[in-house]
Nanobody
Framework: QVQLVESGGGLVQAGGSLRLSCAAS????????MGWHRQAPGKERELVAA???????NYADSVKGRFTISRDYNKNTVYLQMNSLKPEDTAVYYC???????????????WGQGTQVTVSS
């Protein structure tokens, strides 16, 4: 059983900062790409940032220069440092990982339960 456990969401004023964390646990043989997606009310889920197993990073244009994704490979944990937050960053943020579990062929997509980020103006 593989789990992604998120923490760090909350309410912040515009211009403020938050840091999200997501730890993968359980029968993880190998953890490949880890990242964050978000979904605002009435909108589709979108990629925010992702980091591969070799450190390649991808950001959505809307967060470039404000958000920083990082990863602790030993702890199978991914972080999202969010600075200069804007009201339009308000959404539920979901951790995502591509993981090869022990005992199963191939890799699979796993999602966290989501954490609410609310930015007030």
């Amino acid at each position: 059983q593989v789990q992604l456990v998120e923490s760090g969401g909350g309410l912040v004023q515009a211009g403020g900062s938050l840091r999200l964390s997501c730890a993968a646990s359980g029968s993880t043989f190998s953890v490949n790409t880890m990242g964050w997606h978000r979904q605002a009310p009435g909108k589709e889920r979108e990629l925010v940032a992702a980091i591969s197993s070799i450190g390649s990073i991808n950001y959505a244009d809307s967060v470039k220069g404000r958000f920083t994704i990082s990863r602790d490979y030993n702890k199978n944990t991914v972080y999202l440092q969010m600075n200069s937050l804007k009201p339009e960053d308000t959404a539920v943020y979901y951790c995502h990982a591509v993981i090869a579990p022990w005992g199963l062929p191939g890799s699979y997509d796993y999602w966290g339960q989501g954490t609410q980020v609310t930015v007030s103006s």
